[in-house]
């Protein structure tokens, strides 16, 4: 396929550094946002510093897609707590033959559509409820991303690539036909893009790290570095993740390493703010669906216990209703 035109669905720290890295690809990019964000973003565009390198891009920006129009290639960034609201709104971007990448943390709407087995084609109540975000896509035409890259905001709004530019990309039923050619959109916009074999499998191995770090983040308000240098929390993040492991395992993928291992010598990281971490401290929705409700309906289906993970999702409700965010 042919890219050219490209639109970012809600550019917030990812998807923004991807619409300047885009753009000073020679990509034409717009970007659909909210309402409030249109006129700064008109005037302002985005700054992105990385690698010691300051990029600034100014793509065409839009709160109603009808002002956009069709696309070759609309890449989703908006987070889970957002999508079944917009995914309404985004027919007028969607041509013939444009193709459609969603990029989030968490388990996605469309993982069990091909899946195969007894889980084929089963509905995730907690990331779709009565079918409001997989009745707006066509998933023969959708492509699951999973990335790992450390974006954050500064102090005067623009934004800094801290690490990692690593995304995995597949089609809900793992056929790779066409997802090359999107793939080098992506690496000629300087991202490490890669076809994945199992897209269910990079979906998975992202969740261990995003259902244990995110939640124990946002409870204690710590970057990562100081998470790991307590005993207690690397305890409970290995606790986490092995829940997770399991749920893995009795989806026929590989769990990976023994968490244990993987966590060693982690008082050496750098004092990284998880996503959760940043939305805690914005007053911004948790993607507490989307990362740990969704994994404990789906442990659910495949009848694996997880305790912590109950507790922690559960915490972290009622810590977003005493703080007044949801």
């Known amino acids: 396929m042919t890219v050219s035109r490209i639109c970012i669905v809600g550019p917030g720290a990812i998807g923004g550094m991807m619409a300047v890295k885009m753009m000073s690809a020679g990509f034409d990019v717009s970007a659909l946002v909210r309402t409030p964000r249109v006129e700064s973003m008109r005037c302002d565009g985005i700054t992105l510093h990385d690698g010691g390198e ?3 891009a100014t793509p065409s920006v839009a709160s109603d897609p009808s002002e956009l129009g069709a696309q070759d290639l609309v890449v989703i960034t908006v987070k889970e707590t957002g999508l079944k609201d917009v995914a309404r709104s985004l027919a007028p971007l969607i041509g013939k033959s444009t193709q459609v990448v969603q990029v989030m943390n968490g388990i996605p709407w469309w993982f069990f559509a ?3 087995g007894q889980v084929q084609g089963t509905v995730l109540q907690s990331v779709d409820a009565g079918g409001n975000v997989s009745s707006h896509f066509d998933v023969s035409r959708h492509v699951g991303g999973v990335i790992n890259c450390g974006v954050s905001w500064r102090d005067d709004g623009s934004l800094s690539h801290d690490h990692s530019n690593q995304l995995f990309l597949g089609r809900p039923n793992n056929n790779p036909d066409g997802v090359d050619g999107i793939a080098d959109v992506f690496k000629a916009a300087g991202y490490n893009a890669e076809v994945a074999e199992s897209i ?3 979906v998975m191995t992202k969740l ?5 770090f995110n939640p124990a983040s946002a409870l204690s308000m ?3 570095d100081l998470l790991l240098g307590d005993e207690y929390v690397a305890d409970t ?3 986490l993740m092995n829940e997770g492991r399991a749920i893995i395992s009795a989806l026929g993928l590989d769990p990976g390493p023994d968490p244990a291992e993987r966590l060693k010598g982690g008082q050496k990281l750098n004092a990284s703010k998880t996503s959760m971490l940043q939305d805690m401290e914005a007053g911004k929705p948790l993607e507490l669906d989307g990362i740990l409700a969704s994994a ?3 442990a659910g289906l495949v009848k694996v216990p997880v ?3 109950r507790a922690v999702y559960g915490l972290l409700r009622v810590r977003q209703k005493t703080m007044g965010m949801s």
């Open 54 to 56: 300051t990029l600034h």
């Open 237 to 239: 993040l290995v606790g």
């Open 296 to 298: 404990i309906e789906v």
């Open 208 to 212: 261990l790290a995003n259902m244990s």
């Open 200 to 202: 269910h499998q990079q």
């Open 222 to 224: 710590a970057t990562t």
């Open 307 to 309: 305790p912590l993970t």
């Open 114 to 116: 091909e899946f195969g």
